[in-house]
C-alpha cells in the first residue's frame, strides 16, 4: 500500500518527494499507534513527556527566509528536531539553523537535535551541538526498530516494504558475519540450488513442469530472498489473473515452503480462501494483495544430516502430495494442473 501511495504522490508531484513522503508515513505510524511512538522516543533515549509529533514547522529566521523542520517531537518539557534524509545531505546550515530555532523558540524547554541518514555523513565534529544533545542515526536502524511491530500492524510491514524498496532498511557496513557468510557464498548456494533442483522431477510429476532460464533464481533472490521453482496460473482465470504453485528455500526464514498463492483479484479468491485445510499441517495466510495455503520447515531441522538430499527430498515429495490431496478435494476451483 505504501510503495502504491509513493508511486501516485510522485506521478501528481513537480518534484521527487521521497523524503518528504517518507517522513510524512512515519509521523503517520506514530501518531496512529501510541504505543509505537512512546516506544519509539524511548528508543532515541529522549525523557518521559506527553510527545506530539508534528512535520514540516516552519519558524521564522532574521537571517533566513524562514526555517523548515523536517519532523519534530515536541512535549511539555523537551522538544526533538530530527532531520531526515534519503538519498541528498544537509542544507546549508540547516543544522545549525535547527539549532537557532530551538534557541529562540524553546528556551523553557530541554532541547535535543537528530540527524537521521541513509548514508553515512558525520556531523558534530567540533562538537558544534553538543547543547543540542546531539545524536545521528540512519534509517536501518529505525527499520529494526519497526520490525517488532510489524507482525501486529499490517501497515508497519507496508512501510517496510516501502524502506525495503529504497534500502533504507538494510545495514551496509561490513562486519564479520558478512566476511564469513562471502567467503563460503559459493558452496551455499551450490548447495541450495541443488535442494531445488533435486525436487524438481517429483514436482513436475504431479504438476505442469516448466523450464526457466539460468538468471531466474537470481531474480527470486533479489526480489523474493528464495530459490525456487513454480508454475504459474496453477487456478484458471479468464481474464488472466496470477496464481502459482511452488516450493522454495527461504532465506530471510531459512525454510523449506511448499505452497499455492493467488491474487485478491482473482475470480476464484473467495473459494480458495474458504478452503478446508484442519486436518493438514498447511496454513491459510492472507496478504493485502493476495493469500497463500503453505507449509513450512525449519532447515535448522537437517544442520548435519549426512542424508540432508535423502531427507529434504522426502519432506518437499511429502508436501508435494498433501497439497495434491487438498488440489482433489477441492475441485469445485478450476485447477490448471496435471
Known amino acids: 500500500m505504501v510503495n502504491e501511495l509513493f508511486n501516485l504522490y510522485k506521478n501528481n508531484s513537480n518534484k521527487t518527494p521521497l523524503e518528504d513522503f517518507n517522513t510524512e508515513c512515519f509521523a503517520g505510524i506514530l501518531k496512529l499507534y501510541e504505543e509505537i511512538k512512546v516506544a519509539f522516543t524511548n528508543f532515541l533515549e529522549l525523557p518521559n513527556d506527553n510527545y506530539k509529533v508534528v512535520t ?16 519534530a517531537l515536541i512535549g511539555e518539557e523537551n522538544v ?6 534519503v538519498e541528498s545531505k544537509e542544507g546549508v546550515e540547516q543544522l545549525l539553523r535547527y539549532g537557532r530555532v530551538l534557541d529562540l523558540y524553546y528556551t523553557d524547554k530541554k532541547k535535543y537535535l537528530f540527524y537521521c541518514t541513509k548514508y553515512s555523513e558525520p556531523k558534530n565534529l567540533d562538537r558544534e551541538y553538543e547543547a543540542y544533545n546531539f545524536k545521528q542515526f540512519k534509517w536501518f536502524e529505525i527499520a529494526n526498530f519497526l520490525k517488532l511491530y510489524a507482525a501486529e500492524y499490517k501497515l508497519i510491514n ?4 516501502f524502506l525495503k524498496r529504497f534500502n533504507m532498511q538494510q545495514d551496509n557496513a561490513l562486519k564479520i558475519n558478512n566476511l564469513l557468510a562471502l567467503e ?31 538468471n531466474f533464481n537470481w531474480k527470486q533472490l533479489k526480489e523474493n530472498n ?22 522454495s528455500i527461504q532465506f530471510e526464514t531459512l525454510q523449506l515452503n511448499t505452497q499455492i498463492y493467488l491474487n485478491s483479484d482473482h475470480e476464484q479468491y473467495q473459494l480458495f480462501n474458504n478452503i478446508d485445510i484442519n486436518n493438514t499441517d ?16 525449519n532447515l535448522a531441522d537437517f544442520l548435519n544430516d549426512e542424508n540432508s538430499d535423502k531427507t529434504i527430498k522426502e519432506w518437499f515429495t511429502k508436501s508435494f502430495d498433501e497439497l495434491l490431496e487438498i488440489i482433489k478435494s477441492n475441485n469445485e476451483l478450476n485447477w490448471n494442473i496435471k
Open 56 to 71: 514540516q514547522l516552519k519558524k521564522d529566521l532574521k537571517e533566513y527566509t524562514n526555517c523548515i523542520i523536517d519532523f
Open 80 to 85: 526533538c528536531f530530527i532531520e531526515n534524509k
Open 158 to 161: 507496508n512501510y517496510i516494504e
Open 184 to 214: 563460503n557464498l559459493n558452496k551455499s548456494i551450490e548447495i541450495i540450488e541443488f535442494h531445488i533442483e533435486n525436487s524438481k522431477d517429483e514436482f513436475n510429476n504431479r504438476f505442469y513442469p516448466k523450464n526457466y532460464d539460468r
Open 226 to 247: 528464495r530459490f525456487c521453482h513454480l508454475n504459474e496460473f496453477v487456478l484458471k482465470s479468464e481474464s488472466n489473473k496470477y496464481s502459482e504453485i511452488l516450493y
Open 282 to 297: 498447511f496454513n491459510l495466510i492472507k496478504y493485502e494483495y493476495g493469500s497463500c495455503i503453505y507449509k513450512t520447515k
